[in-house]
């Protein structure tokens, strides 16, 4: 299987407040269904994921986006590296939401885009 949707991914919730670090590295590889780090497996897979999502509307905006808030790169990044650096600690759990929309419907869902920058305004590391 690639991917795990059906995850609850929740390694920013207060009940891991004292190692969030090593919830997200958990949650990071139960979502690629890995039991550990396989850094050859996992680029197979978000190329996957990629190649499966990147022409979604909302997924174009959300690259649109990024590159427009991009304070850390002195350079503009391409969309398949964009979606890469989404799988940081501090936007994991709001790209898995993009990823179970489309793989449940097809689609990423407006709420889902909408939730992903209202959130990430308040991400202090947010490129």
């Keep these: 299987m690639l991917y795990n949707t059906s995850l609850n991914i929740d390694y920013k919730h207060e009940k891991y407040k004292n190692e969030n670090n090593s919830e997200y590295q958990k949650q990071f590889l139960k ?6 780090y396989d850094e050859k497996i996992v ?10 999502i990147c022409n979604d509307n909302n997924m174009k905006k959300l ?13 503009e990044l391409k969309d398949k ?14 790209v898995h939401l993009f990823i ?12 889902t885009y909408e939730n992903f920058i209202n959130k990430a305004k308040t991400t202090d590391n947010f490129f």
């Design 63 to 75: 690259f649109n986006e990024v590159k427009n808030r991009n304070k850390i790169f002195p350079f």
């Design 81 to 94: 590296d964009l979606f890469s650096l989404l799988f940081s600690y501090d936007t994991f759990d709001l």
């Design 100 to 111: 179970k929309d489309y793989y449940e419907n097809d689609y990423v869902n407006d709420k």
């Design 31 to 36: 979502a690629f269904h890995i039991e550990k």
């Design 43 to 52: 680029i197979e897979k978000m190329d996957q994921i990629y190649d499966d």
